[in-house]
């Protein structure tokens, strides 16, 4: 069977910054729309030991060379002058599966030392699929890590093997109850339901989330599997999901005015003696561009100013090129500055990213 071959978006090349024309002299990640990037996206690996269908096919990709990957030096380095002079107080990292990278403990313990401008450190975060993660919780809490979240599509082991090509659920759930146990709290559950897959389970897991004190997220599927097989007549939308579980629990809203830039919209929700929390991102029939606070940065050192961005601003370049912080700080302005007002995917125009989720990072 063939390899899906990873493309990549344009990249702006030898350092040329985006137009700045009527950009303040603010020193903050600005954009021309009145947003301002404070999250920080660290995508470390675009490998991964799972392979959901909805991101990537069953041999999955050609990964990138390791020596187009940032190593740690260099992440640190564009993690610090992210915090240090752009404003950046949380910072999230994702993969592909960033528990593959094995600098993780290294970057993050960095990360938890530094300083906002506020005089905190920034929130550290980590988005992962849980396997293997049983072996880790306690180092990464000790390492600085503050908040975690673990994909979950599926309360069955079967249909987990389904959706994921792998036997890891058992893994999955110990993962959970090591975060749990080293105080990664709260714990947030991302999951995606897919139509005729797992779109039966909507109450199930809140009431299994709620009942052992987890965040669910439920997430539309969006078009970023490197397939390119995703069609918006066949997701499950927001509403699907809040008809389903409105059938069973009262879902009373949070304070709107709590959720700031978050993507999720949220209730709160009652199972038996437990109260807990569910939220709904819908990324594609409610689109929160508006209050978009993210900037992106690639493991193969690339700035995205949002998920589905049709380019990418090289800093690697710079960074290996010797370049000081000033010069590398003012390219990533003004990648951010060029951000456009939404992602288009209702658009008839709207063309999918070249990179996949896994190679972009959550």
């Known amino acids: 069977m063939a390899t899906v071959m990873l493309g990549l978006p344009r990249?702006?090349?030898d350092g040329?910054?985006?137009a700045l024309a009527g950009r303040p002299g603010d020193p903050r990640l600005i954009d021309t729309y009145g947003r301002v990037a404070t999250d920080l996206r660290v995508s470390l690996t675009d490998k991964c030991s799972l392979r959901c269908g909805y991101c990537m096919p069953?041999?999955?990709l050609d990964w990138m060379p390791t020596e187009q990957?940032?190593?740690d030096d260099e992440l640190i380095r564009l993690i610090t002058l992210a915090v240090d002079d752009l404003g950046v107080d949380e910072v999230r990292f994702t993969g592909g599966e960033p528990l593959l990278r094995r600098g993780l403990e290294r970057i993050i313990e960095a990360t938890a030392q530094l300083k906002t401008a506020a005089g905190r450190a920034p929130v550290t975060a980590l988005t992962t699929n849980g396997v293997g993660l049983d072996k880790r919780a306690a180092r990464l809490k000790s390492a600085g890590l503050a908040r975690i979240n673990v994909s979950l599509d599926t309360l069955d082991p079967e249909r987990?093997?389904?959706?994921t090509r792998r036997d890891r659920h058992a893994d999955v759930l110990a993962g959970l109850e090591a975060a749990a146990a080293a105080g990664l709290g709260p714990i947030k559950?991302?999951?995606v339901l897919l139509p005729g897959v797992n779109d039966d389970e909507a109450v199930p897991l809140v009431r299994w989330a709620v009942s052992h004190g987890y965040e669910l997220r439920f997430i539309e599927q969006m078009p970023l599997d490197a397939q390119g097989a995703w069609e918006r007549g066949s997701m499950v939308t927001a509403d699907d999901i809040q008809k389903a579980l409105a059938t069973e629990f009262d879902l009373v809203p949070t304070d709107p005015r709590a959720r700031g830039a978050s993507p999720a919209q949220t209730w709160r929700v009652r199972h038996?003696?437990?109260e807990g929390t569910v939220g709904i991102i819908a990324s594609v029939t409610r689109p929160f561009c508006g209050d978009c606070d993210r900037t992106r940065l690639t493991a193969d050192g690339q700035i995205r100013n949002c998920l589905f961005a049709r380019d990418e601003t090289d800093l690697r370049a710079l960074l290996r090129s010797g370049a000081d912080d000033a010069k590398i700080a003012d390219l990533w302005r003004a990648a951010m500055w060029g951000k456009a007002a939404g992602h288009g995917i209702n658009d008839t125009?709207?063309?999918q990213p070249d990179r996949p989720m896994s190679a972009i990072g959550g």
Do not use: A, M, W
């Open 189 to 191: 559950i991302n999951t």
């Open 58 to 60: 069953p041999e999955g």
């Open 272 to 274: 038996g003696d437990h």
């Open 160 to 163: 987990f093997h389904e959706i």
């Open 11 to 13: 990249t702006r090349q």
């Open 349 to 351: 125009s709207f063309i």
């Open 16 to 18: 040329h910054s985006p």
């Open 69 to 71: 990957v940032l190593t």
